[in-house]
């Protein structure tokens, strides 16, 4: 699987985790904050979707928007938590188990591939950028070459689609 948070072979120490550890910082000192408590159930559903599916890779679905850069950052957010917990390396992790992938429609603004490029040199985040198929091919495709068996994605429960999808369920009509 091509690694999707080591781009360029640099270390973790090159990565921006500054604001990563604020937030888990926030989380010990603020925890009943309504702030606080969405991301905890954030960050539990994302420690749920790790167990359910074991050792298997699970994708995040990246589109540029702020609905998906929020969950790379609760992603990481709980791979530094469970890092520090388990006494582990959290980019080892992200790197085993996360591949980040963006279906490009071919209407996406230019600033969307600007911001990928940010993303690779200041998180580590490399997305595989997937296009030239349906979308129903580049997806199988992709599952077939990476082995995922979950698929994080971004979506709020205010969106047209977003009021009926639940934490784990197939997303397809």
Known sequence: MENAWFPSGKGDEHYDWAGIVEMAEFLRDEPESPLGLRIQESLDVIGEAFQ??????????????????????????????????THTD?????????????????????????????LDSHVGLKVKTLSDAPFKNLLED????????????????????????????????
């Not at 050792?55 to 957010?77: E, H, M, W």
């Not at 980019?91 to 940010?118: C, H, K």
Request: charged share 25%.
């Open 90 to 118: 959290r980019m080892e992790f992200l790197q085993a188990r996360v591949p980040v992938f963006f279906l490009r429609t071919g209407n996406q603004f230019p600033e969307v591939s600007d911001f990928i490029r940010y």
């Open 142 to 173: 992709y599952i077939d070459e990476t082995g995922i068996k979950g698929v994080f994605v971004g979506v709020r429960s205010t969106d047209p689609t977003g009021h009926d999808i639940g934490f784990f369920q197939d997303p397809s009509p």
């Open 52 to 85: 359910r599916f074991h050792n298997d890779p699970v994708a995040i679905s990246f589109n540029g928007g702020k609905d998906c850069t929020v969950l790379v950052q609760l992603v990481r957010l709980w791979a530094h938590m469970e890092a520090e917990r």
